[in-house]
């Protein structure tokens, strides 16, 4: 299958700083990436959807301000959670889909500590 | 707006045993499905797709079956092994690609 990575894998920053992660798509193109959080035993959650060379789309009540996605190229979106807080502590995971049914490719994730 | 449940949420089995988790989405209209697996920690891992005009797809001892009309899909492991132990997530896409997940089946095979 095709490979998505993410970087970094693990983040501990102190409240009030920004941290940006990466999440390129290694063997194909993407146009279109997915961003999600995911909390402890529970499932993923959509936050947006990063789209090449235009503006990302926010699902409701995710802060477009605070969640700063770019996509600059076809194999990088990048995701700066801004001014962070403990409450954003979470493991994020992107996901890039591929071929004609659109099958999604997920990164290893970032797990992001907020102290 | 699409919803997925999996059910159950956990279970556990003794290694060798023939297993069935199950999916079921509440709009039939979908493009497809896709069967992930996620380990601890991990990112997920696509397992099996099954396009809307499919009813089972096949990979080595995971088979997954889809009845759109029912809003139901299955996936079936075979011999199972405590390798096999992970959480289950099945997701459709809600438009295009926008991937709506159930809550998981956290598998538990015992040696």
């Known amino acids: 299958g095709a490979v998505v990575s993410q970087h970094p894998s693990w983040v501990i920053c102190k409240s009030g700083t920004s941290v940006k992660i990466e999440c390129r798509s290694l063997?194909?193109?993407?146009?279109?990436m997915f961003w999600y959080r995911q909390f402890p035993k529970q499932s993923l959650m959509l936050m947006a959807t990063s789209n090449e060379g235009s503006k990302a789309t926010y699902e409701q009540g995710v802060e477009k301000d605070k969640f700063l996605i770019n996509h600059a190229s076809l194999t990088l979106s990048t995701l700066t959670v801004t001014s962070a807080h403990p409450e954003d502590s979470s493991f994020y995971i992107c996901s890039a889909p591929m071929g004609s049914y659109n099958e999604q490719f997920f990164g290893p994730g970032t797990r992001l500590t907020v102290l | 707006k699409q919803e997925v449940t999996q059910i159950p949420a956990a279970l556990s089995v003794p290694e060798g045993e023939n297993l069935v988790l199950n999916c079921s989405f509440t709009d039939s209209a979908i493009y497809n499905l896709q069967w992930f697996r996620q380990d601890p920690g991990k990112g997920l891992t696509s397992l099996l797709l099954?396009?809307?005009?499919?009813r089972e797809q096949t990979s080595g001892r995971l088979n997954a079956s889809l009845d759109k009309s029912s809003g139901r899909s299955t996936l079936y492991i075979a011999a199972s092994q405590p390798g096999d132990s992970a959480t289950y997530l099945c997701?459709?896409?809600?438009?295009?690609?926008?991937?709506?997940f159930g809550q998981g089946t956290r598998l538990t095979i015992n040696p």
């Open positions: 063997d194909f193109q993407a146009t279109t």
């Open positions: 099954i396009q809307s005009s499919q």
């Open positions: 997701a459709v896409p809600q438009g295009a690609q926008k991937l709506v």
